[in-house]
């Protein structure tokens, strides 16, 4: 795990002056990574760093002569049109390009001039998917969701037996796999509505969101390889927001025997800024279980996973009608939770991931599951809010809601902060429900 060091120095200053504001989610001590063009442009992607309300372009920030060493290797390669070979690098050349890059955007560094070339104002940017996703892994890693969902099915008996023992998972779609600002239609299938005999078909009526957090990988692994739980956060490049929409009255019908299908593969949406593990350093806790838990198997279980496996990082969701943004009404807050109440760390979710010899790549996507907090205004999806539809929420406009509606958009937000240390944030993962295609 990354250690302290002088890039998460809270007195920092950059010379782009508007990553210095209190309130920014990009100051110096971030510094996320994304693909972008300038808006409206037939442009190629190309790999920037976020810096206040600017982008940095790596390449050219590298081809101007900002960047020596492995900082410049790492930086070239950054600069295409995914980060697929940033993330192949690993842990040492990550580190030597942020430390790079650190020390260029500081206030008192003679590289202003070279540099303020290379900088697009964000508001000007458009982004793509930041990796060329091999493979897409949904995780279920939050006790407290699961425990929601299961008391509607089960209200005796609402966690099954596995789910304190393995980090359960399984594969999703990759793409449909978007990025903020994706727009989708309602989906279409089959549901079994109460007490009737056969299936109907048509739009999805019990439309969700997911408050995720989406992980990618690093430089992966042989097959057959397991990667130890002690070594798996040098395989992990970094951390963003995801969406994993989900139409609950479709999962309902189709899940059982193999589980979602057309309930989860229509859309999933990513925030554009990854922002890395050493960035989040500052914001480690400590992992543990209840006493009374099963404590992880040897293999799911290291001391230093103990003493910093958790992320206090705060997640929020935002949700507006189309008539609300027609009345220029802001988004209303439906939930503040955090990650630190997730019942399986990263580490864990690589060290079972590879266990039986599975071999991760770099730009694979790990979805963390929908996160729940503790109490039900911590509950990261409409299903437990609404108490699977039973207790609608009003909104400002007057209008309610148990499910999404067409017109529909949800803003999940993240960031970190604690006293004396800089506070940073992931932007924003925005997605719009539009109306169903129909045959």
Known sequence: MYELNETHDAGLRSWVESANAPDTDFPLQNLPFAVYR????????????AIGDQILDLNAAATAGAFEGEAAVAARVAGGETLNALMALGPRAWSALRLALSRALREGFDTQKTLSACLLPQAQAEYGVPASIGDYTDFYTSVHHATNIGRQFRPDNPLLPNYKWVPIGYHGRVSSIGVSGQAFPRPMGQTLPPGALQPEFGPCKRLDYELEIGIFVGPGNVAGEPIPIAEAEAHVFGVCLLNDWSARDIQAWEYQPLGPFLSKNFATTLSPWIVTLEALAPFRMPFSRPADDPQPLP????????????????LEVHLQSQNMREQGLAPKRLTHTSYRHAYWTISQLVAHHT???????????????????????????????????????????????T???????????????RPGVRRIGFGECRGTVLQPKTL
């Open 38 to 49: 300038r808006q409206g442009s037939h442009e190629p992607l190309r790999g920037g760093v």
């Open 299 to 314: 293999y799911l279980d290291a001391s230093s996973d103990r003493a910093r496996g958790a992320l206090d990082l705060q």
């Open 355 to 401: 266990i039986n010899g599975c071999n991760l790549k770099p730009g694979d996507l790990f979805g963390s599951g929908t996160l729940s907090g503790p109490t039900l205004d911590q509950a990261g999806a409409l299903i437990e809010l609404t108490k699977g539809g039973k207790e609608p929420i009003v909104m400002p406009d007057g209008q309610m809601r």
């Open 403 to 417: 499910y999404l509606e067409d017109g529909d958009t949800v803003i999940l937000k993240g960031w970190c902060e």
